[in-house]
């Protein structure tokens, strides 16, 4: 039974840090590529980030996020993460875990930008 599990998320203020977690189990994660993607209130969920499932691994990431977050991933440890910095209040959403090969989608977690 394939699972991701989101956690991490929370209330930060504008300029903060957060680090999403998401635990994956059901399948063989060291050999998927895998995304994190976001939905905010009222809007489409969008592309955020996503890592190849090469050691060491190739990533990618939106515009709207690059320079300020990082995705990356433990496959000892079936998790990958994406460290957050410099947070807008534009990136309050709910964060999702993609696994695009099974078609699998975390349950999300809620970030929430704001003083």
């Known amino acids: 039974q394939v699972q991701l599990v989101e956690s991490g998320g929370g209330l930060v203020q504008p300029g903060g840090s957060l680090r999403l977690s998401c635990l994956a189990s059901?399948?063989?994660?060291?050999?998927?590529?895998m995304n994190w993607y976001r939905q905010a209130p009222g809007k489409e969920r969008e592309w955020v980030a996503g890592?190849?499932?090469?050691?060491?691994?190739?990533?990618s990431y939106a515009d709207s996020v690059k320079g300020r977050f990082t995705i990356s991933r433990d496959n000892a440890r079936n998790t990958m993460y994406l460290q957050m910095k410099s947070l807008e209040s534009e990136d309050t959403a709910v964060y999702y875990c993609?696994?695009?090969?099974?078609?699998?989608w975390g349950q999300g977690t809620q970030v929430t930008v704001s003083s």
């Open positions: 059901g399948f063989t994660f060291s050999i998927s590529a």
């Open positions: 993609h696994w695009p090969a099974g078609r699998y």
């Open positions: 890592i190849t499932s090469i050691p060491g691994g190739y990533t």
